[in-house]
T-cell receptor
């Protein structure tokens, strides 16, 4: 298995531009998570899906952020318009729910820089 | 706010020494997990301990859980330079649906 795949690995954009981050979870996993990591705030859960349905988006910073999961093998996180404070590493993770919560498998992350 | 808080924030030791990291949390949990993150990489799962377990081993890793004190510790024995990384605890709250809450991590540096 290739693991969780994220693209792009690095993104540099200018303030006001739209940014789309992509994630392919591990096949067979029924949970997908989007995280943001910064030095100041650590690792923050933005949103997570179960069987393609958003379960909790309370971590999404504001309306500029949106996430979709059109099918079991693909998810996007979109920021429109982007701002410098959105600069961070964004991780996607997936897991398969067991009775006592299985481990999460993380992708390599997308390093976003908004100028 | 973060559910788990690791202590210390940073730890520097010599190769061959043991490293101990602690994690405290606030609410009742189903399980607690430890992850490692190498610089510039995603997190990697190390070990999971359930709320009804008190100690667990995996290779050079030993994890303890004290639910009465809402705390856990991760011990890495005979550390190696390759253990240099950040270590995070993550908790699965009782009744939650598969999501984890991560602490801010302990940055471990093992000097050869």
């Amino acid at each position: 298995d290739a693991g969780v795949i994220q693209s792009p690995r690095h993104e540099v954009t200018e303030m006001g531009q739209e940014v789309t981050l992509r994630c392919k979870p591990i096949s067979g996993h029924d949970y997908l998570f989007w995280y943001r990591q910064t030095m100041m705030r650590g690792l923050e859960l933005l949103i997570y899906f179960n069987n393609n349905v958003p379960i909790d988006d309370s971590g999404m910073p504001e309306d500029r952020f949106s996430a979709k999961m059109p099918n079991a093998s693909f998810s996007t996180l979109k920021i429109q318009p982007s701002e410098p404070r959105d600069s961070a590493v964004y991780f996607c993770a997936s897991s398969r729910l067991a009775i006592n919560y299985n481990e999460q498998f993380f992708g390599p992350g997308t390093r976003l820089t908004v100028l | 706010s973060q559910q788990g808080e690791e202590d210390p924030q940073a730890l520097s030791i010599q190769e061959g020494e043991n490293a101990t990291m602690n994690c405290s949390y606030k609410t009742s949990i189903n399980n607690l997990q430890w992850y490692r993150q190498n610089s510039g990489r995603g997190l990697v799962h190390l070990i999971l301990i359930r709320s009804n377990e008190r100690e667990k081993h995996s290779g050079r890793l030993r994890v303890t859980l004290d639910t009465s004190k809402k705390s856990s510790s991760l011990l890495i024995t005979a550390s190696r330079a390759a253990d240099t990384a950040s270590y995070f605890c993550a908790t699965a709250k009782e009744g939650s649906q598969g999501n984890l809450i991560f602490g801010k991590g302990t940055k471990l540096s093992v000097k050869p």
